[in-house]
Each structure stands twice: as C-alpha cells, then as structure tokens.
C-alpha cells in the first residue's frame, strides 16, 4: 500500500514563502516521478511542478517558474515544494502524486492527473492579507 503525505500547508500573505513536504511509503521512491497538482473549487486539478524518476529532470507550470522549487530527497522518500513570492491566485488544496511508469525514459515527466498512480489526501494553501 503506497500512502503520501502532505505537510506545510497554512495560510501566508501575499508576497510570503511556504514550503510543503509529501512524505511516502514507497519502495524504491527513485524510480518513482513526483508531482505537485493544485485545485480550486469548481477547476480541474493542475499541474505544478514535477521531477522525474531517476534522472531528476523537472517541469514547471509556466505561472510557477521562478518561483516555485521542487525537490526530492530519494534517501528519505520526500518530495518538496519551496513556493516563493506567492500570491491570492495560487490559493488552492495542493496534491501530491506518484507514478512509477516512465515508457523506458527517465526523463518522461507526466502532466495530466489521470497519470499519476498514487495520491496524497491534499494539504490547503491560502494566501491572502
């Protein structure tokens, strides 16, 4: 049984920096791509950022670059999210995903939800003043 845990969530102001955690359970988590999604009412679950199995590549959201940091500690089966300079419009419960298919290519990022195996139940993020 594979569980994810999000941690780091609360409410900031504008401007201000959070740095969420997603602690697993799996085995080998190298070989697992590690995903950040984001929801808001009523909106499709989106990608944030992501960090491929094996090779470490990593994808950003275009409204995230420069500002947002994943990172994955493959010695403490941890993925985290540094978010900087964060603003009302990236209020959103924040998901955390994994996926071990890579097609044979440790570079291969998924980016849509239905691609990711494994969830974690999602921790809120509010920024406002």
């Known amino acids: 049984q594979v569980r994810l845990v999000e941690s780091g969530g609360g409410l900031v102001q504008p401007g201000g920096s959070l740095k969420l955690s997603c602690a697993t359970s799996v085995r080998t988590f190298s070989g697992y791509t590690m995903g950040w999604f984001r929801q808001t009412p009523g909106k499709e679950r989106e990608i944030v950022a992501a960090?491929?199995?094996?090779?470490?590549?990593?994808y950003y959201a275009d409204s995230n670059k420069g500002r947002f940091t994943i990172s994955r500690d493959n010695a403490g089966n941890t993925v985290y999210l540094q978010m900087n300079s964060l603003q009302p419009e990236d209020t959103a419960v924040y998901y955390c995903?994994?996926?071990?298919?890579?097609?044979?290519?440790?570079?291969?990022?998924?980016?849509?939800?239905?691609?990711?195996?494994?969830w974690g139940q999602g921790t809120q993020v509010t920024v406002s003043s």
């Open positions: 960090v491929a199995r094996i090779s470490g590549s990593t």
């Open positions: 995903a994994a996926v071990k298919e890579g097609y044979g290519d440790i570079y291969y990022i998924p980016l849509q939800p239905v691609e990711y195996d494994y």
